[in-house]
C-alpha cells in the first residue's frame, strides 16, 4: 500500500529554514511523481515543488524559486524540501504527494486529481 509520510514543519522566524521530508513506503520513488503541495488557512491548496526521480526533471512555482530545494535519497526512500528565507506567507500546512503525471502537469492541477497524498506537516513562519 502506498504511503508517505510528512516531518520537518514547526516555527521558524522570518528568514529562517526549515527541511520537510517525506518517507514512501509501498512503492519506489523512480515509478512516481512526487510533490509538495501547501495549504493555507483559508486558501486553496497550491504547488510548492515536483521532482520526477526517472528523470530527474524539478518544477517550482514561482513563489518557490530561489528560496525551496526539493531533493531525495533513493536509499531512504524519502523525498526533501529544503526551504530557506522563510516568509509570513509560507505559514501553511505542508503536504507531499504521488502520482504519475509529468512535474509542471502534477504541481499546476487541481488537487482532487492527485491520487495519494501524506498527512501534511505545519509550518509557522512567526517572529
Known amino acids: 500500500q502506498l504511503q508517505l509520510v510528512e516531518s520537518g514543519g514547526g516555527l521558524v522566524q522570518p528568514g529562517g529554514s526549515l527541511k520537510l521530508s517525506c518517507a514512501a513506503s509501498?512503492?519506489?520513488?523512480?515509478?512516481?511523481?512526487i510533490g509538495w503541495f501547501r495549504q493555507g488557512l483559508g486558501k486553496e491548496r497550491e504547488g510548492v515543488s515536483c521532482m520526477r526521480s526517472a528523470d530527474g526533471s524539478t518544477y517550482y512555482a514561482d513563489s518557490a524559486k530561489g528560496r525551496f530545494t526539493i531533493s531525495r535519497d533513493n536509499a531512504k526512500n524519502t523525498v526533501y524540501l529544503q526551504m530557506n528565507s522563510l516568509k509570513h506567507e509560507d505559514t501553511s500546512v505542508y503536504y507531499c504527494?504521488?502520482?504519475?503525471?509529468?512535474?509542471?502537469?502534477?504541481?499546476?492541477?487541481?488537487?482532487?486529481?492527485?491520487?495519494?497524498w501524506g498527512q501534511g506537516t505545519q509550518v509557522t513562519v512567526s517572529s
Open positions: 504527494a504521488a502520482d504519475i503525471y509529468a512535474v509542471q502537469v502534477m504541481c499546476q492541477m487541481p488537487f482532487v486529481g492527485i491520487g495519494s
Open positions: 509501498g512503492f519506489t520513488l523512480d515509478d512516481y511523481t
